[in-house]
Structure formats: structure tokens, C-alpha cells
């Protein structure tokens, strides 16, 4: 009992001990947001503007207020939290304002140094930034600083960077390989980042990282996710990888000349290095994808037979690799270097030294730039010997001269180049005065910029044809240059040069979309759904959409032969009033036409009540010609018989003929041709073969006059205007069947009356089409009224 008096006892005094504590720590912080008077979105130049204000406000020496120094002294800490960056991000997150403050502390509730549990009490290397392994705060990267810097750097060099968050147990397990790839890396001039998940969403949501612990690469702007194993050789492979696939050529006896004289085609320098490894070094690499733009790279294995003639031409040593620069001058390295174990900041300073040809050509305004730059100090000045010449062949002699003169310079302040008139021809009509470049002998110019907008001093020194005379004027004028640099008289503002190397729109748009496309194959390969769900949906769409399309397109055309409702073929056809085109393509329902005589009986049902948007077919006939007629007629509107809208039938002109004598005198216009043709109109004409399209309906018709295909040609006849295409010629089988010449007086035989239909399958298809002319009537008239009594 007493034991457990003693335990409470002590209890009690402990809590006591701990409250004080509590309630010293407890108390408010400082909020800068506050001091300062902004809100927690407002930006950099909103937070600068009102700390000038504040601070011009309170400062010691002009607010006597006794309290203005502390309030001073806040407003500058406020100010120092709130314009840093990482130091805003780290207050925002955890309600930090003192660098030796542990980070995290605000997050779970103030930590006391009298009474709480240390963390590596638990053994866990995360869930506090200042336990974190391997430093990740010094490749931390924010949202702005990787659209800032990273990706602009990625021109020169790759990324390497790691996606990670608190309480990530598989990230643990890859920091040990991860740590020494780091540090490999960086001294090969890699850069390295790390995103946390859990602060940085901004930034993983941008990279497409949705998964941690990732690791992925940016090169070029393009990110590019690693889906291996992580072991360094991976990785090491990976980053490798990402470098374009021929920044080095290797170079043996046989492409020797063809690798060293490319100088003059790609306007660089080129680098040559000598090594025994039969795999070119990752750091040879990743130099020439840096001076990508200045210098052209290539590597020599000296393990190789092939190359024994090479490493003799340049006297190389086999015990360390040698890098050598070679310019203009194939025979001989400009520059050498020599070494065991090369260090990147070595190379980089050897490459910087040579990135340009003793006299290079004038590409583009980055290279001009570069050579000539703006002037800014006085002791910092530079002046350009610009050589203005053609391409030509005739000019060679002056442009080798002009670069023989280049290479004996050794003063720094000056810079050759050399520039064609054709293709840059806006710089040099200002540069030579002359409107007319083109056809102006090469002429040499002294330069020197004065501003980023253009603005440059100049002078004309002399055309340049690679004399004596020529290069002694030069001299002269440089050494006067050197002692007045006012001898450059001219002003003018240099306009933008053209980009000599730039690709085409159409190499450009393909290089893209093969980027594209690799991405996703890439993301297919390796699954990363989450990314390709929006492009999967929509070529699944798209799929979707196609296929059902045709399905029911298909269902639609086999459906239109079994449709019975003749609302909607009405309503369709009748807009025209003639069948559709598609009419004519249904195949026959039966293998004869149906043909009905049109008499007083049948009149009434078959045309003057026939439905809208159908039409009946008449043939006119007579008795002696009734057999003959409709075996032919039957033949030549088989094919249309398949239409749901024609009807077929024939009018026997024996018992009719005051009908049809009635009805043309309707459609005068056609009688009128048939009667010029008659002599004087007295012969009575013969509508035996003609055959009339009745639209009931609407009440017209359309005319087919029969073809006379016999030997009498002086019997003429042609279809109605329109009516067929009636200059094509008949074919000669059909010629050897016709019958001999006859006496005119001599009656139609039956061939001939048989050849009357020859060319009504021709204007059934016009018909079809809705093409021939029609023929509107008042009224039809009566069949029975006017039919003789024979």
C-alpha cells in the first residue's frame, strides 16, 4: 500500500515538473505574414514592396517610438523568412522561424525538450527532414526551381532525380545504391534532385510520378521514367541512356579524312580522343552532349588494328588517353591534352578554350553573339574582322588567305569570321553600304557592338581578293584600331541573322511525333496506366464509334428491302419527285417484269391516284408490234425493276390514240421537234416505241423518243433533249445484224422495230438520276372518254 503512495507520489511530481514547461513553450510565435501586414498567397514583389515600406516606416534613426527598434528588428526577420524561398515553404509547413528549430514541429504540436520521445528511439531514418540519410535537402527540388533551372540545364546535361515521401519503406532499401550513384554522377557532371510526394504534389504531378519510391531522368525537357531493378550498373546504364544516340563518332583509318574535313560543313572544331577502352567513357559522352552546338566529337579505340595509322599520323601515347582539337588545319591539333584519369572540370575548361574555328563562318545570331559579343567594359571589348565573300569556287583562293591571316593572330581582343552574301544578305547590304550585295567583290569589315538591340560601329576596310596589298591594308588598319578604336566611323543596326542550320518545319513535326510516339510506347510497355488512360480512352472511342457505325450501317441495308412503310419513301423521294439514285442499284426481287396493259379499268390506280414519289412506265405500242416491244422493253428495264417505285405497263395506241394524241399536245415542246423534223408537219406522227415516265402525282412526264438504228438514215431520231447521251456510236456486232438498204416506202420490219429500244436502259439512268427535262400537264385526261370504239 505504501509502495503504490510512493508511485503516485511520484507521478504527481513529474506531471508538475512537466507542466511549466508546457506553458513556457506554448506561447505564441511570431507570424511574419502578420508583421508584415500580406497574406499567405501574396508574391515576392507585393512582400518587397511592403518591407520597403515598413521598414522606411520604423526604422530606428527616423521612428523615435521606443518600441520601433523591436518592431524594426521583426519586420526585417519577417521579411528574411518570407523572401527565402525554402525558408517561407519550411514556416508554411511547419510554423518555423528559427533555422535551429527541428523541422516538424509545429506539424504534430510544439516538441519540449523536457518531455518528448526521440525518434530514434523508433529507429526510423525518415518522417523528419533532419534525420533524412545522404542529405536529400541539398538536391531538394521546388516546383519553379525545376521549371527555372532543371529544365533549361537539360540542354546541356541530364537529370537524375528521385521521387520520394515520408513513410516510404521501399524508398529505405534503395538509399544505400542510390547514395553512391549520386555521388559517381556528380562528378561526372550529372545533376541530381529529389521531390518529396508529400510536399512537392505540385512538381510529381508535373513529372507524371504517382508511385514512390521512382527515379526518373530529364534530358533535352523530356522526362523519361527508369524501370529496372535499382542496382548501380542500372542506373549507370539508364543515364546512358538518355544521351542522344550519335554525339560520338568513331573515327578509324578508313573515316579518318571524312570525319576531319567536315570542319567547313558543320562549322566546328573537332574533337578526337585516344583511349584503350573499347567502350567510349560515360564522361566523354556526357562532355559532347554538352558542347554539342561548338564541337563535333569523336573517339579513337587504340585496342584496334584499324587505328594504328592514326595514333602515328598525331605521334599518340598509348599509356594515358590523349584528347586532341583539331580546327582548319587537318594536319596538325590546335590544341592537346594528355592525362590519366581526365577530371570533368579539366575537360570543360579544355573544351571552352576551343569551342570555336580560328575563322568561322556566321551561322546565326547565337553564334554572332558568342564571337563578337556586346561591348561592356572598356578593357572587356572585342572587335570583329568579318570577312563578307561568296561560295563559290573562284573565291576559294581569298577565303584560304583570309583564314592563313586568321591563324597568325594573337591579339584577344580581335575575332575573324567570314559570312555569305547570299545567305545572309540583309547584314551585308548594311555592312557594304550596297543594295546590291550579291554581285559586290568580297570586302573586308571592322566591328564592334554596342547593345543587344543591334547597334554597331563599323568600318569598310578594303575588298579582299588574298593579296599582299590586301593583308598589309589589314595590318595597318588593325594597328591603328588598336591605338584609336574611333577609326570605326560607321553606325548602324545590324538586323537578325538567319539560322543557316535550322531544320525544316516537316523534320522538325517528325522528330516530335516520333518522340511522342516513343513515349508511349514506352509508358505502354512498362504500364504506366494512369498516364495513358485519357489517349487509351480515346482511341477506344474512336474504335467504338467506327465499329458501330458500320454495324449499323450494315443493319440499315439489308433492313430498307424488308421496309414496308411507304411514308418514309414518299416522304424521302418526293422532295424531287423523281426515285433516288440508290433506287436503280437494288438488285431484281424477281427473275421477269411485271408489265400491266393501262386501260380505262386500270387508269385511275396505276396513274391518276398513283402515290407521291412513284412513277409508271408506259410503253406505246401496237398490235403488230406488241410481241416484238415488250420482249425488248422487258430486257431493258429488268435491271430497274428492283425499285420499290416504278411501275411498268403499256398503252396500246390502236385503241387509244386520241389519249396519247391529247396528252402531247400537252408537251407541245417535244411535239414541235417531231414536227420539224416531219415535212411541213403534214405526216402524222408514229408513236410506236416511244415510252412516257408518268409522275401521277405531281402531274408531268418525261419523253423517250425511239432510236431508228436500221440503214434508213434519213429517218433520224434522237431521245428527248436530255433524254440520252446520243453521240455514241453503235457497236459494230450490232452493225453486221441490220438489214440492208430497203425502199423508204417499204414498212418497219420487225428488226427494226425491235432496235427502237435500244437506248431506253441509257435514259431509264438519267431518269434515275432525276435529269431529264419534264413536262407538266393541267390534268390528265380521261381514258375512257376519249378511247374509240374500234
Known amino acids: 500500500m505504501s509502495g503504490s503512495k510512493m508511485s503516485l507520489l511520484l507521478a504527481v511530481v513529474l506531471v508538475l515538473s512537466v507542466l511549466p514547461g508546457v506553458t513556457t513553450q506554448a506561447g505564441p510565435e511570431m507570424d511574419p505574414y502578420k508583421i508584415l501586414g500580406v497574406t499567405r498567397s501574396a508574391s515576392q ?27 524594426f528588428i521583426k519586420i526585417t526577420k519577417s521579411y528574411e523568412i518570407l523572401s527565402s524561398e525554402e525558408k517561407r515553404a519550411n514556416y508554411d509547413r511547419y510554423g518555423q522561424t528559427d533555422d535551429t528549430q527541428p523541422y516538424g514541429s509545429s506539424r504534430y504540436g510544439p516538441r519540449h525538450d523536457s518531455f518528448y520521445f526521440d525518434e530514434s528511439f523508433f529507429n526510423f531514418p525518415f518522417n523528419s527532414k533532419n534525420h533524412r540519410d545522404f542529405a536529400d535537402s541539398k538536391y531538394t527540388l ?75 531522368g530529364v534530358i533535352n525537357g523530356k522526362v523519361t521514367f527508369f524501370h529496372y531493378a535499382v542496382a548501380k550498373e542500372h542506373l549507370r546504364q539508364f543515364v546512358e541512356d538518355l544521351l542522344p544516340q550519335r ?3 568513331r573515327v578509324t583509318d578508313q573515316n579518318e579524312l571524312q570525319f576531319l574535313n567536315s570542319w567547313h560543313e558543320h562549322n566546328k572544331p573537332h574533337v578526337l580522343l585516344f583511349d584503350q577502352v573499347p567502350v567510349v567513357p560515360l564522361l566523354y559522352k556526357l562532355t559532347a552532349f554538352a558542347y554539342k552546338d561548338y564541337l563535333q566529337f569523336g573517339y579513337v579505340d587504340q585496342g584496334l588494328s584499324e587505328t594504328a595509322n592514326l595514333q602515328k599520323q598525331f605521334n599518340i601515347n598509348t599509356y594515358a588517353p590523349t584528347m586532341l582539337v583539331i580546327k582548319e588545319n587537318t594536319d596538325k591539333p590546335a590544341d592537346i591534352i594528355q592525362a590519366k584519369g581526365m577530371k570533368k572540370q579539366i575537360i570543360d575548361e579544355f573544351m571552352s578554350n576551343n569551342k570555336f574555328l580560328l575563322a568561322p563562318r556566321l551561322v546565326s545570331q547565337r553564334l554572332f553573339d558568342e564571337l563578337c559579343p556586346v561591348k561592356q567594359f572598356h578593357r572587356r571589348r572585342k572587335f570583329c574582322v568579318l570577312l563578307i565573300t561568296h561560295d563559290e569556287e573562284s573565291f576559294s583562293f581569298g577565303n584560304q588567305a583570309f ?61 579582299w581578293n588574298g593579296s599582299e596589298e590586301d593583308k598589309q591594308c589589314l595590318v595597318e588598319e588593325l594597328e591603328r584600331l588598336q591605338k584609336d578604336p574611333s577609326i570605326l566611323v560607321h553606325d548602324a543596326m545590324l538586323p537578325e541573322l538567319n539560322n543557316e542550320f535550322a531544320s525544316m518545319f516537316v523534320i522538325r513535326w517528325i522528330y516530335t511525333s516520333y518522340d511522342y510516339l516513343s513515349e508511349v510506347i514506352d509508358d505502354i510497355l512498362h504500364n504506366n496506366w494512369r498516364e495513358m488512360m485519357p489517349l487509351l480512352s480515346l482511341i477506344f472511342s474512336a474504335l467504338f464509334i467506327l465499329f458501330g457505325t458500320v454495324v449499323i450501317q450494315a443493319f440499315s441495308d439489308s433492313s430498307e428491302d424488308k421496309q414496308t412503310k411507304p411514308k418514309t419513301k414518299d416522304g424521302t423521294q418526293a422532295e424531287n ?84 394524241n391529247t396528252l402531247m399536245e400537252y408537251a407541245h415542246d417535244a411535239m414541235q421537234t417531231d414536227t420539224d423534223e416531219d415535212d411541213g408537219g403534214n405526216h402524222k406522227v408514229d408513236y410506236t416505241g416511244y415510252v412516257l415516265a408518268l409522275n401521277g402525282h405531281k402531274k408531268y412526264i418525261c419523253l423517250f423518243k425511239p432510236i431508228y438504228t436500221g440503214e434508213d438514215h434519213d429517218n433520224k431520231s434522237s431521245e428527248d433533249e436530255g433524254g440520252t447521251s446520243g453521240g455514241r456510236p453503235r457497236s459494230s456486232s450490232r452493225d453486221d445484224h441490220l438489214p440492208r438498204k430497203s425502199n423508204r416506202s417499204r414498212s418497219i420490219s420487225t428488226l427494226q422495230i425491235h432496235h427502237k429500244l435500244d437506248r431506253l436502259g441509257l435514259w431509264m439512268e438519267r431518269l434515275m438520276e432525276g435529269t431529264l427535262p419534264r413536262f407538266y400537264i393541267p390534268a390528265w385526261p380521261g381514258l375512257d372518254k376519249i378511247t374509240p370504239c374500234k
Open 45 to 71: 514583389a507585393e512582400i518587397k514592396k511592403v518591407y520597403k515600406r515598413l521598414a522606411k516606416e520604423w526604422h530606428p534613426d527616423k521612428n523615435k517610438n521606443p518600441g520601433a527598434e523591436d518592431m
Open 142 to 216: 521546388h516546383f519553379n526551381q525545376y521549371v527555372n533551372n532543371v529544365v533549361p540545364d537539360s540542354y546541356k546535361r541530364p537529370y537524375l532525380i528521385k521521387i520520394t515521401s515520408d513513410w516510404c519503406f521501399s524508398c529505405i532499401h534503395i538509399e544505400p545504391v542510390w547514395k553512391e550513384v549520386v555521388q559517381e554522377m556528380e562528378s561526372l557532371g550529372v545533376g541530381v534532385g529529389v521531390v518529396d510526394v508529400g510536399y512537392e504534389r505540385r512538381l510529381a504531378n508535373h513529372l507524371g510520378a504517382h508511385r514512390t519510391p521512382s527515379i526518373l
Open 247 to 249: 554525339l560520338v563518332e
Open 403 to 463: 583564314l592563313l591571316f586568321a591563324s597568325t593572330n594573337a591579339k584577344e581582343v580581335v575575332r575573324f569570321a567570314y559570312v555569305y552574301q547570299q545567305l545572309q544578305q540583309p547584314l551585308c547590304e548594311i555592312l557594304m553600304q550596297s543594295k546590291d550585295s550579291a554581285q559586290s567583290l568580297p570586302q573586308v569589315v571592322i566591328l564592334e557592338r554596342r547593345n543587344a538591340a543591334g547597334k554597331a560601329l563599323f568600318k569598310p576596310v578594303t575588298t
Open 577 to 660: 419527285g423523281s426515285p433516288g439514285i440508290g433506287a436503280s442499284s437494288r438488285p431484281p426481287k424477281k427473275n421477269f417484269v411485271e408489265v400491266t396493259e393501262l386501260t380505262d379499268i386500270t387508269y385511275v390506280s396505276n396513274l391518276v391516284k398513283l402515290r407521291p414519289g412513284h412513277m409508271n412506265i408506259v410503253l406505246v405500242l401496237t398490235d403488230a408490234s406488241k410481241n416484238i416491244l415488250l420482249s425488248k422493253f422487258a430486257k431493258e428495264v429488268y435491271s430497274f425493276t428492283g425499285s420499290l417505285t416504278l411501275h411498268f405497263s403499256f398503252l396500246n395506241i390502236d385503241k387509244h390514240s386520241e389519249w396519247i
